[in-house]
């Protein structure tokens, strides 16, 4: 190790993305430490951001779990520099970050079964699942798709979402394809928080209803431009995370429900989802609402074709 890296502690990377593996292979890679958290860091680099999660999380877009638990531990800061010097990446000036022990995380390809909606099997695994769904939001008030407090701002927010979920639902259904890019810009941004509940929303809709082969895929179009038109308007980690959304790119935990769903696989699926609505104060359960609604128009498109 050279004279300027030899006084640092090391960290050490346990599974990155492709994305996060590539950073090694710019020399002159140079970025910013933007947001600490106990268990996440975020990183911008060219007006894009990466983060270091801690191991107890699962792996996601753009991101290297650490072998650490608990970054609060850690003497990092916003505004700590964020470069690479000799296959290492510098943190600040006490941190180097190892990829030594680094593997690769592959998200996987999920492809929709089209047959299975033709089945009465698979009409009835999507409606029990619905009504899991259901049940574990009947629970819970952190969203603002089911805000029952007395904040002015809050209640306002949540009218806006709630109608335009329920317009959303009306366009998918009736096919109403020219209108669908209206109500996804609004949507986009319309809450609060690092990740407004607008934007969990759709993450969680698009994770199972743009699936390749699903029905709804043909609808991508209309997601894709209402997102790249409205991203300025949320903030920089949800802008991203949208546009990862659109390239099927989501974190592992998602990955994991949505081919349990496509695979009928019922064996862990009340607990994947209840990793989904546990994911921050309020992010999970926007998601859930966003995945609740991709079962049910999937029921819904099904429904013609079962006698």
């Given amino acids: 190790m050279s004279i300027s890296t030899s006084h640092r502690q090391i960290l050490y990377g346990l599974t990155a993305d492709s994305h996060f593996l590539n950073l090694l292979n710019q020399p002159k890679m140079t970025g910013k430490v933007e947001q600490v958290f106990n268990k996440a860091i975020n990183v911008s680099i060219d007006n894009n951001l990466f983060t270091l999660l801690s191991c107890q999380l699962d792996n996601a877009p753009n991101s290297c779990r650490l072998i650490n638990k608990d970054f609060a531990l850690l003497q990092i800061k916003s505004g700590d520099d964020f470069y690479l010097l000799d296959k290492e990446i510098l943190i600040g000036e006490r941190y180097s970050l190892s990829f030594s ?74 096919k109403q394809h020219k209108n669908l890019v209206s109500t996804i810009n609004q949507l986009v941004g319309l809450g609060i928080g690092l990740t407004p509940s607008g934007d969990d929303y759709l993450v969680g809709l698009m994770a199972f209803l743009l699936l390749e082969n699903h029905p709804a895929h043909s609808f991508y179009p209309e997601f894709d431009q209402g997102i790249v038109q409205s991203k300025d308007r949320t903030t920089p980690i949800s802008a991203i995370t949208l546009e990862k959304a659109l390239k099927h790119e989501y974190r592992e935990n998602i990955h994991q429900l949505i081919q349990s769903l496509v695979d009928v696989d019922e064996t862990e699926i009340y607990s994947q989802f209840l990793e989904i609505f546990n994911i921050g104060s309020s992010s999970g359960s926007d998601m859930l609402f966003g995945i609740r609604d991709a079962l049910y128009l999937t029921h819904y498109f099904g429904e013609k074709y079962v006698d």
């Fill in 101 to 174: 022990l680094c593997k690769k995380w592959q998200q996987p390809r999920i492809v929709f079964c089209p047959d299975k909606i033709k089945q009465k099997s698979y009409q009835s695994f999507l409606l029990a699942q619905l009504n899991t769904v259901d049940f574990i939001l009947s629970n819970n008030n952190s969203s603002l798709f089911n805000y029952q407090g007395e904040n002015i701002f809050y209640l306002s927010s949540s009218v806006k979402l709630t109608q335009l979920r329920i317009r959303l639902i009306r366009l998918l259904k009736t």
